[in-house]
């Protein structure tokens, strides 16, 4: 057993601390890289100056596939050494010289080389900035390289340069086209492209014309006599025959924007100048190629591979699509369109669906809602045209009812006309007649005769079905025309009215025979709820008036046994009735009538002794 | 058919038929006394004195049946012509059995109103003078 502090102990702890520093240490060391890789000096040299847009985009390719390989370890020098405008062989030696004495101590690990003046400059002086570095070319054409013959520690992304590939898509974009036009400049690389044009392209039943060795506007004027039926293909345009030096793009958009004919292109750079497109390879696709090349080459020369190929794929240029009238369904479907502008459809699918199917459904909804408003209207039709005949055949039972009284009615003035009319006729006979008397009865039998043409139309009203349509009434008319038509039945049951209202018209939006119908219905029940008093006992107040809201009373008082609020509530259901042989419908259709009238008809619950009933209609 | 002028009661509440009535009973050469209602009737019997009434059926309050059940129960003998507007089935019967003279229903031509009103006064007549006889 060891003692905690004495020898052993410490012993123990000191080789624990050992054996935790060397993990430590291991750990760390596992961390970093096994073997750090050099940092890489690569030197890129262009022909041209730095804003040529070939160059641009070469230099965003191959600045991405050397950070994608390398990091942050590496070291990229560029040069452009502009040879086209300053071709003399002074300029040429000044840049030896600088190159020289600039990279004589930055030893570097690869040349990328742009285009072919640039390449055979390099090949020319390498061994004064960079001997023995391997040399990458990209962006030249096969006859352009075989031409140079590399030695073999130089790597070359070989460009297609698709002259017959775009002369190809040239043609399915204009299937009716009958001639096709080749323009090339004067420089040396241009007469290759030129030769190369005429050695490649094959385009049965098209008139093919080669046009070089003429000034830039000279390739303008031609070019604007071209109409829709010919294809224009534009090749290296670097120099023209006025010796003048030119920027291939820029005299390339001069000659398209002059063009009649659609103009298509073998470089990427001309798709955007005005071009339609062509089959091509995008600078930034050479400088991918390039910077990849250059990284295998780095890695190890023995295994990189001399030469790979950058393919060439359709590109359009979609503003001149557009422009020209061409049917993109023509277009090949990988073809890589520039300044696409997509149709609403392309580019709000996703919400013109989404906005069709609210609309849809809001569609549906609302139609959904249209049918429902229509079948609850015509319920409500039926609803009304029902009301509207039960009213009706109330009325009709009521008037059944009612028959012998009005009978009664009708008889009075019948009476009064015959005897009149007979004692007219004695009045007549006589010598001499007694015309005053005659002239009295006379008027007496029209005034009769009135009132019973009167009591028909009532009846009439009362019986015809009608329409429920609202006109302006006086209540106080309504009450007191009623009140008559059931008089005779009233006297039969020795019961008296006593009507009370106002002297002036008091006017309400009804319907005449249906609110007859209630006054009808409330007094005759008035005067049922009396039966069993003595005679005189038997009295009906009907009372009509405006209330201080403006809305309108009409209360038919009985002074019978009254009703308990249970059965009050009860009168007003349908078949309910105390009366032998009644339908018991009557209060029922009233209250209906009522409220169709846009007013109520209730007990009045104040009353204690007998029963009062009361309707009120809003104010017209 | 006497020639002298009967006296002949109209009571009928509408006033129209009543003065209607109150022609025809002139044209027949009488003298005709309307009353609008029952009550008015009753009480002025006594001053009136009418040959025959033409009493209407349907009166307000006191109905024509009843102003007859009251005469007869009173002891008066007057001759009654109901007239009604609404021939109600047995109230024929029941006014005749309730001493009516006559039932007419309206509306009422002359003719028919002469011919019961010479029927009644004669057996009246004749009535009131085997009265006076008796």
């Given amino acids: ?620 | 058919m006497g020639n002298a002028r009967n006296v002949i009661a109209i009571v009928d509440d509408d006033e129209g038929v009543r003065r209607a009535l109150r022609r025809m009973i002139l044209s027949l050469a009488h003298a005709p006394v309307t009353f609008a209602s029952g009550e008015e009737f009753l009480d002025g019997l006594a001053g009136a004195s009418p040959d025959c009434a033409i009493l209407d059926l349907h009166l307000p309050a006191l109905r024509g049946i009843e102003v007859l059940e009251r005469l007869r129960a009173e002891g008066s003998m007057l001759p009654v012509i109901i007239v009604t507007g609404l021939d109600q089935p047995g109230m024929r019967e029941r006014c005749l059995g309730a001493g009516a003279a006559a039932y007419l229903t309206k509306p009422l031509g002359s003719a028919d109103v002469s011919a019961e009103i010479e029927a009644i006064l004669g057996n009246a007549r004749h009535v009131s003078q085997r009265g006076r006889v008796g």
């Fill in chain 1, 1 to 620: 057993m060891t003692r905690p502090g004495g020898p052993s102990w410490q012993r123990l702890r000191r080789a624990a601390i050992e054996v935790a520093l060397a993990l430590a240490l291991w750990a760390v060391a596992s961390a970093a890289p096994a073997e750090e890789t050099p940092v890489r000096r690569i030197l890129i040299v262009y022909q041209h100056d730095s804003l040529l847009p070939a160059n641009i985009e070469a230099a965003s390719g191959i600045e991405a596939a050397l950070a994608a390989g390398l990091g942050t370890r590496r070291e990229t020098f560029t040069e452009y050494l502009d040879l086209d405008r300053f071709p003399g062989p002074e300029h040429r030696a000044r840049l030896v010289e600088m190159l020289a004495e600039k990279y004589a101590d930055m030893p570097l690990d690869v040349v990328i080389v742009g285009a072919s003046g640039a390449l055979r400059f390099v090949l020319e002086h390498r061994d004064a900035f960079a001997p023995g570095v391997p040399i990458v070319f990209g962006g030249l054409s096969a006859p352009e390289i075989e031409e140079i013959a590399p030695p073999p520690d130089v790597f070359g992304a070989w460009s297609a340069y698709d002259i017959q590939g775009s002369v190809d898509l040239a043609r399915r974009l204009q299937p009716d086209a009958e001639r096709l036009v080749v323009m090339s400049g004067s420089a040396g690389l241009d007469r290759v492209w030129d030769r190369r044009a005429r050695n490649e392209i094959k385009a049965p039943g098209l008139g093919v014309e080669f046009l070089t060795d003429l000034s830039l506007e000279g390739f303008k004027s031609r070019a604007s006599t071209l109409g829709r039926d010919t294809i224009l293909l534009v090749l290296g345009m670097n120099l023209d025959a006025d010796g003048r030096t030119l920027v291939g793009r820029a005299a390339a958009a001069e000659i398209a924007a002059a063009s009649g004919a659609p103009a298509y292109g073998i470089f990427s750079t001309y798709v955007g100048v005005g071009f339609v497109g062509g089959s091509v390879e995008t600078f930034r696709s050479i400088g991918e190629a390039m910077g990849n090349l250059a990284l295998k080459v780095m890695a190890d020369p023995a295994t990189a591979p001399h030469r790979i190929t950058t393919p060439a794929r359709p590109m359009v240029d979609w503003r001149q699509v557009r422009r020209w009238g061409i049917n993109p369904e023509l277009l090949p479907p990988d073809t890589l369109r520039l300044y696409y502008e997509p149709t609403a459809w392309e580019r709000y699918w996703r919400e013109i669906v989404l906005a069709a199917a609210v609309i849809l459904l809001q569609s549906a909804t609302i139609v959904a809602l249209i049918i429902q408003s229509r079948r609850r209207r015509r319920i409500e039709a039926e609803l009304a045209e029902e009301r509207l005949e039960l009213a009706h055949l109330a009325r009709r039972t009521q008037l059944g009812e009612l028959s012998g009284a009005v009978a009664h009615e009708l008889n009075q003035p019948l009476t009064a006309i015959l005897a009149n009319a007979e004692a007219g006729a004695k009045l007549l006979a006589q010598e001499p007649p007694d015309l005053a008397e005659v002239g009295a009865i006379l008027d007496d039998i029209a005034a009769d005769d009135r009132r019973a043409a009167d009591i028909i139309a009532q009846l009439r009203r009362l019986m015809i079905k009608g329409d429920a349509e609202l006109v302006e009434l006086d209540l106080n008319q309504v009450v007191a025309n009623t009140v008559g038509l059931a008089r005779s039945e009233l006297v039969a049951r020795q019961t008296t009215v006593e009507v009370q209202t106002g002297e002036a018209a008091l006017s309400v939006r009804g319907n005449l025979s249906q609110l007859q119908q209630i006054v009808l219905n409330l007094t005759l029940n008035a005067a049922e709820a009396m039966a069993e008093l003595p005679p005189s006992e038997r009295k009906i107040e009907v009372e009509a008036r405006a209330r201080d809201d403006g809305t309108r009373l009409l209360a038919v008082s009985d002074r019978g046994r009254g009703m308990t609020p249970e059965r009050q509530a009860e009168a007003f259901r349908p078949f309910v009735t105390s009366k032998p042989g009644g339908l018991g419908f009557g209060l029922s259709i009233c209250r209906t009538i009522a409220q169709a009238h846009g007013g109520t008809l209730d007990f009045d619950l104040s009353v204690k002794h007998g029963a009062r009933v009361v309707l009120v209609l809003p104010a017209p």
